[in-house]
């Protein structure tokens, strides 16, 4: 996904440029089968993948959507100031959206567990909005976490394999410039600082105990039973996005910033691959 509507798709032998479905900017996919893909963006933008090309799809929202979670005849589209939500027929203003502000993410197993990360007014204002984590059941919308002082804040994306394993992404409040991890096992949540980490921006896995988070300078955590930093890269690498097919297949996708003189060096997509051993550069 990116700029001016660019997608590109692996087919299992090489990378290619489908025609782009739209100008507006994509920001983020999500897919539950070959001819079953669907990605959202700037301005309202919807876009469906047939396993052929992409087609746009209409949107009721001219607000621009960042966050996306779709499980065949259901799904969630997020965004600062809108969220919709797919029937199986078509996208519409839900009766029932998160009562959440800001970027959030959303990620979910079946249509009556979705999970949200989000801003909600504080109990005591004129305080700052407090970072929530809501799980909708099917019926309504329900808190599962609030960040507090020596809690998480800044919650972000969030992954897991079920609603007794979640991992939620965030900044730790004691440790500022730390990234931690929040887990839920279905009882309670527990913290996890991961130290040296700031900006981490996505986390996939294949099961409890195969789970990767990347991020900022091409960092790149990995849980098979306990944190461990199997990766970082220069300054200039920025990583956004991460998924995983199983443990020897997972690709990791980017940017790299550019430098003096950005005639030589313009800033440019990177793509990474971990063949269940060694992450690798894809040229």
């Given at each position: 996904m990116g700029d001016r509507g660019t997608t590109v798709h692996w087919d299992g032998q090489k990378w290619s440029v489908p025609d782009r479905p739209t100008v507006n900017w994509l920001g983020a996919v999500w897919g539950s089968s070959r001819d079953d893909i669907w990605a959202v963006g700037a301005k309202g933008t919807i876009v469906?993948?047939?396993?052929?090309?992409w087609s746009p799809v209409a949107s009721p929202t001219a607000d621009d959507l960042t966050e996306l979670w779709v499980s065949?005849?259901?799904?969630?589209?997020?965004?600062?100031?809108?969220?919709?939500?797919?029937?199986?027929?078509?996208?519409?203003?839900?009766?029932?959206?998160?009562?959440?502000g800001g970027p959030g993410s959303v990620w979910g197993t079946a249509p009556d567990n979705v999970w949200v990360t989000g801003q909600v007014p504080a109990w005591t204002p004129p305080a700052p909005d407090e970072d929530v984590?809501?799980?909708?059941?099917?019926?309504?919308w329900k808190e599962v976490y609030r960040g507090e002082?020596?809690?998480?804040?800044?919650?972000?994306?969030?992954?897991g394999t079920g609603p007794d394993d979640l991992w939620v992404v965030g900044t730790d409040s004691l440790r500022l410039g730390t990234c931690s991890v929040l887990h839920w096992d279905g009882q309670a949540w527990a913290l996890t600082p991961l130290v040296g980490s700031a900006g981490l921006t996505a986390i996939t896995g294949t099961a409890p105990d195969d789970v990767w988070i990347v991020g900022a300078e091409g960092i790149v955590w990995h849980f098979d039973g306990a944190w461990s930093l199997v990766r970082t890269g220069p300054m200039d690498e920025d990583l956004l996005g991460v998924w995983a097919a199983d443990r020897n297949d997972a690709w990791a996708v980017g940017r790299v910033?550019?430098?003096?003189?950005e005639s030589a060096y313009p800033a440019h997509g990177l793509i990474l691959h971990w063949d269940g051993s060694t992450w690798s550069y894809w040229r």
């Open positions: 469906h993948w047939d396993s052929t090309s065949g005849r259901d799904g969630w589209a997020l965004g600062p100031e809108a969220s919709v939500r797919f029937s199986g027929v078509a996208w519409d203003f839900p009766a029932d959206g998160p009562p959440a984590v809501l799980q909708w059941d099917g019926i309504e002082w020596e809690q998480l804040i800044g919650v972000g994306p969030l992954w910033a550019a430098r003096y003189p």
